[in-house]
């Protein structure tokens, strides 16, 4: 499973350099749905938690212990009993899932992930990002949300410095600059602001 920082995890580890709070980020990709399951997404961000601390928790040692005797994963209702557990240990806890909507809904992975995570409110500060999908934004209804968008210019000026690092890309397209404007211009239509 693929972890991304991102500005707000890096904001967030500036702002509060404190040991009793603690940061814990998911990031979504489509190409790793097969890994992203409920449980192994809630024990990684066990995981991170686990990793702020100076020792680990006897509970969570108990588990290790014992699951490698029996040599079977702990269950979703384990690793999240222990989550929850962890959550209690700090005075805050943020928890930051990028890409939400890239996390599988046909196997179920995304509705049981997000089962686990509402059993730590209000414990936590949850910040989710997805695109508009209406099962995500069910999920979320009451929740203060702000669209972002990118402008078609965004877009336009990433295509060019793309094209323009790339060789190979350089070499196709220089040749026929109408090509080149449209193949911009295709790709702007199709972002649709993402």
């Keep these: 499973m693929e972890l991304s920082r991102s ?3 890096d904001y967030l580890e500036r702002y ?3 040991e009793d709070i603690a940061i814990a980020y998911i990031y979504c990709n489509y190409k790793e749905q097969g890994n992203q399951t409920s449980d192994n997404l809630i024990a ?3 995981q991170q938690l686990v990793r702020s601390e100076p020792t680990i928790p006897d509970n969570i040692a108990s588990l290790y212990y014992d699951q490698t005797k029996k040599q079977r994963r702990p269950t979703l209702s384990e690793w999240s009993k222990l989550l929850q557990s962890e959550v209690h240990r700090f005075s805050k806890v943020f928890i930051i899932i990028d890409a939400l ?4 809904e046909s196997s179920g992975s995304r509705a049981s992930f997000l089962t686990e995570i509402r059993k730590l409110q209000p414990s936590i500060h949850l910040l989710v ?13 009451e929740a203060a949300y702000l669209e972002i968008r990118a402008s078609d210019e965004d877009v336009r000026r990433y295509v060019k410095d793309r094209i ?3 060789r190979r890309l350089q070499t196709n397209i220089s040749a026929d600059p109408s ?3 449209t193949v911009i211009d295709s790709i702007v239509k199709k972002a649709n602001g993402m």
């Design 7 to 9: 500005i707000v995890v």
């Design 101 to 104: 909507d890239e996390c599988t």
């Design 44 to 46: 990684s961000l066990l």
């Design 179 to 181: 090509l080149r404007e």
């Design 129 to 141: 990002t997805s695109r508009h999908i209406l099962t995500v934004e069910h999920e979320f209804k």
């Design 164 to 166: 323009e690092q790339d």
């Design 16 to 18: 509060f350099e404190r």
